[in-house]
């Protein structure tokens, strides 16, 4: 499961809009070291999940594992004398996964979840490895038709870029983690390691606190 992507997004303009050259833009990346995190409990991942997740099985509202990426993006904008603007995107990533404690580390359970978790993960690297090109076509459509002159249209154009952004990492996203967050996909999980995942949950009912 994945928590909605955050996103943020800083304009830095050294010099007025001159020149009316294309815009340039070097996308750029600091991908976080993947962490896994045993130490959360069924109820507290069911909490995290809450805010933005999916169930974890069919009937069910708790959550056993979760995927987290929180990205940050950064557009740094620099217009020399006599030259185009000069843009640089930054993204970064601090990616995780939970796995539920009540599972151990040895257990075909735990396996099962790591696994379906670690595929969200994939996906992530996938999108991303498509972003810079749908940067620098978000770049050419606010930043060179037409270009900003002044700072109020550049203020306008980081806002879009903005939403856009985010709109495009999200459509992009959405359909590869559907295929292994639905009800018949869980169903399938749920019928393997014989059972283990239901038996647990049978036993934690994992009503999260308020």
Not at 45 to 64: E, R, S, Y
Not at 188 to 204: H, V
């Amino acid at each position: 499961m994945i928590r909605p992507l955050a996103c943020l997004l800083l304009l830095t303009c050294l010099a007025p809009a001159l020149a009316a050259r294309p815009a340039s833009n070097r996308v750029t990346f600091q991908l976080g070291t993947l962490a896994i995190d045993h130490t959360k409990s069924i109820a507290e991942i069911t909490q995290a999940q809450a805010q933005g997740g999916f169930k974890a099985l069919p009937g069910n509202d708790v959550g056993l594992g979760l995927y987290q990426n929180p990205v940050s993006t950064t557009l740094e904008v620099k217009v020399e004398a006599s030259g185009p603007l000069r843009l640089t995107t930054l993204i970064k990533t601090a990616p995780v996964i939970y796995v539920a404690r009540e599972f151990p580390k040895d257990s075909c359970a735990y396996q099962l979840i790591l696994k379906h978790e670690w595929q969200h993960y994939l996906y992530d690297r996938e999108v991303l490895r498509r972003m810079p090109d749908e940067v620098r076509a978000l770049t050419v459509d606010l930043f060179d038709t037409p270009r900003p002159a002044t700072q109020v249209e550049l203020d306008r154009a980081r806002q879009v870029f903005m939403q856009r952004f985010k709109h495009v990492y999200e459509s992009l996203s959405f359909p590869l983690h559907i295929r292994i967050d639905s009800p018949a996909a869980y169903a399938e999980l749920a019928a393997q390691c014989g059972g283990e995942i239901g038996k647990r949950l049978a036993g934690n009912p994992a009503t999260p606190s308020p």
